[in-house]
């Protein structure tokens, strides 16, 4: 049975220049997705109560509400579920947050990405430190009180005390949930195409990295996975859901699902999903191998890692037979076993990449 989803709404008012994400500026073409949208959860969902539901972009919260509306009430929800939608700042006003509020939206997740309004500016940001701070404090006030940020670090012209000082602002701010993401630059995004200069280097990405951990949890945001931290009791179940490697329904054009044993994803072109919604592009049915390379490449993510017993008695194997050569290879500075879990370090979160290449 399937109790979580991820909806992908894919309009922007601009693209930012580091973005790869499916998205478009046709904001004209939002009522005809939104109506394809309702179709394929129509015909996919099964009417399970979902744990969890999450309503990514692009930019969800520059639909018209009524929309919203309409998505959310085409699903059933258990007891504690949690309900996420993101926003960008610009689009903050008091009613939008009472309307999500009403509709029974309980966590929102905000690009805030740097208070610094000249790197803001570089990366083709919409809004500024001002209308950030403002959105914040708007969402607090309004009754949602799981409130999540986005911070990006190793920008253009971002400096380790940049960074720091974005992160000092965020402690201080009514939030609960603070995701980290190092900057990367993909193909398709202006970044790609126009190179910017002055990006940091990777030696002090590591020290923004390492600066804002140990700042976060000296004001009670703890890590939990590799790029995610939260006050007590203020994790991202839905996000949780996905590295402990459970299932999930994907909606939307190019939305990903995992569900029945097969990962799929939807089409990535707007117009062929408005035409036809309910077929995917990719489906593909994971072998037991597979399986137990994802449980090992999502659950190392958290910072709990791995339990041991759990993937031998799931996957009938001997893992520390099976990996001795790589767990004796990067322990003890860069993986460490406790208590029947594996886990990488804190500087192994930095070299998780390859870290995770050697296991797959």
């Not at 008012?13 to 073409?29: G, H, I, Q, R």
């Not at 500016?121 to 986005?150: F, M, P, T």
């Not at 299932?247 to 408005?274: L, M, P």
Request: hydrophobic share 35%.
């Amino acid at each position: 049975m399937v109790s979580n989803s991820y909806i992908h709404i894919p309009f922007c008012k601009a693209k930012c220049n580091y973005c790869s994400f499916t998205s478009f500026p046709c904001v004209e073409k939002i009522p005809a997705y939104m109506f394809s949208l309702y179709k394929e959860i129509s015909q996919n969902y099964k009417n399970e109560k979902l744990d969890t539901l999450y309503i990514g972009g692009g930019t969800p919260s520059i639909v018209p509400v009524n929309f919203i509306e309409k998505l959310i009430k085409k699903f059933g929800f258990t007891e504690n579920y949690e309900c996420t939608i993101e926003v960008n700042p610009d689009d903050v006003y008091s009613e939008l947050i009472s309307s999500y509020l009403n509709f029974g939206i309980n966590r929102v997740s905000m690009g805030v990405q740097s208070f610094n309004d000249s790197i803001l500016n570089s990366i083709n940001r919409r809004h500024n430190s001002k209308s950030a701070l403002k959105a914040i404090e708007i969402v607090n006030k309004s009754g949602i009180n799981n409130l999540s940020i986005d911070l990006i670090y190793g920008l253009p012209d971002q400096s380790l005390d940049d960074f720091i000082k974005d992160i000092n602002i965020s402690v201080n701010l009514p939030i609960t949930h603070i995701s980290l993401y190092g900057l990367k630059i993909d193909e398709n995004c202006y970044f790609a195409l126009h190179p910017p200069e002055n990006l940091p280097d990777d030696d002090l990405q590591a020290d923004m990295y390492l600066a804002a951990c140990s700042i976060l949890e000296s004001h009670g945001f703890y890590q939990y996975e590799i790029s995610n931290f939260a006050k007590t009791n203020c994790h991202s179940k839905h996000n949780l859901n996905y590295w402990n490697n459970n299932t999930y329904y994907g909606f939307g054009v190019a939305a990903h699902g995992y569900c029945d044993g097969y990962r799929y994803y939807n089409t990535n072109s707007i117009d062929k999903y408005i035409q036809d919604p309910t077929v995917s592009e990719f489906a593909h049915f994971l072998s037991s191998q597979e399986k137990l390379q994802e449980e090992i490449f999502l659950g190392l993510r958290k910072t709990q890692g791995i339990n041991i017993n759990n993937i031998n008695n799931k996957y009938n194997i001997d893992f520390y037979k099976l990996y001795c050569n790589i767990i004796q290879k990067y322990t003890p500075e860069f993986l460490v076993l406790s208590d029947d879990y594996l886990k990488f370090t804190r500087k192994g979160f930095m070299l998780s990449n390859v870290i995770l290449a050697d296991f797959i």
